[in-house]
């Protein structure tokens, strides 16, 4: 039987994939570890634990607790909220994952911990970027993502730690908003159309980022730490892929439903970021290796996230 725990579940991804995880596994079976933002709504439908990834003593005590047979470790600082503070960034990324992993490496349990298209970096190829290629990522987010990728893959082989992950892209939600990113204009962006608002968007018109919705997100995560481990050769860092678009595709998408909405482009140091990413993913290996594939297509997700906010904002 799992027991899992989700650290971060009151992020942007921890919102949907605890809920998701509980109807799998069970309420009972599924605790929402938070730090600072205590859980409302959905996720006070099963136990919730405060857990502060920065000391070993609080992780420890929530996986004796509650038993705990598998991890996602989904607390990080973003791109754009790591470059305004990056030693924060450094040790809420890095030593919270060392803590994740000794524990791991002591208590024997599996572990999900999230990778992203950040740490890829400026001499990567910029479109269809491969699973195996250049990794010089120039944001401390991203640093600690690839740093993350090595360390992990460090304790599979040398611990026999069963940890995996993907690589993420931008990704778009409905219940929880990101904080912190270079892609959460595309998320803002829909908020603004709702209430007939301008959007400033802080990303150039034109720049094309891989991003997903999501619900399969969610599946991807779930997807992986079921997969067969002997068929795994990545372990941590799996390249996965949905969809790419520019703002100003996004912008045209959402004025099919909403005509008058208005976006005007102000770049600021988050283009830079932006830059230094891939445009889109190659996949292959997580489709041959897991089975892995998308089920939300660019025009499906923008159609249901306007439904789904325009019913939230009433
Ligand atoms: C960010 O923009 O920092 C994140 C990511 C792509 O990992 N959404």
């Known amino acids: 039987m799992k027991r899992i725990l989700v650290i971060g579940a009151t992020g942007q991804i921890g919102t949907e994939l605890v809920p998701a995880l509980r109807k799998l596994y069970g309420n009972d079976n599924v605790v929402a570890g938070y730090h600072s933002k205590p859980p409302t709504g ?30 996602y470790h989904m607390a990080a600082i973003l791109s754009a909220a790591g470059e305004k503070n990056p030693q924060h960034a450094w040790r809420v990324n890095m030593d919270g994952l060392y803590i994740v992993l000794e524990l791991a490496r002591e208590y024997g ?49 040398k611990f026999n730690v069963d940890v995996r992950g993907v690589r993420y892209p931008g990704i778009i939600s409905s219940e929880a908003l990101p904080g912190g990113g270079t892609t959460d204009y595309a998320v803002e962006i829909f908020y603004y159309a709702l209430e007939g608002k301008k959007y400033r968007c802080y990303l150039r018109e034109d720049t094309m980022l891989p991003m997903m919705y999501m619900p399969d997100a969610v599946k991807a995560a779930i997807q992986l730490m079921n997969a067969d481990r002997s068929k795994l050769t990545i372990m941590s860092g799996y390249n996965v892929a949905a969809f790419s678009f520019t703002p100003k595709q996004l912008e045209l998408e959402i004025k099919k439903y909403i005509p008058d909405f208005k976006v005007e482009y102000a770049p600021d140091f988050r283009q830079k970021i932006a830059d230094s990413w891939p445009k889109s993913l190659d996949d292959s290996v997580a489709r041959s290796e897991w089975g892995w594939s998308p089920d939300w297509s660019f025009e499906a997700m923008v159609k249901d996230m306007l439904g789904k906010l325009a019913y939230r904002l009433g």
């Open 109 to 157: 349990f599996r572990i999900f911990w999230p990778s992203s298209i950040a740490a890829f970096g400026p001499s990567s190829p910029k479109v269809n970027t491969p699973q195996v290629t250049i990794m010089d990522p120039t944001t401390m987010y991203g640093i600690t993502k690839y740093a993350g990728e090595l360390l992990t893959r460090y304790y599979a082989y």
């Open 42 to 71: 959905k996720l006070t439908e099963g136990p919730i634990e405060q857990v502060d990834v920065l000391s070993r003593e609080s992780v420890e005590k929530a996986i004796k607790k509650y038993d705990i047979n598998e991890v």
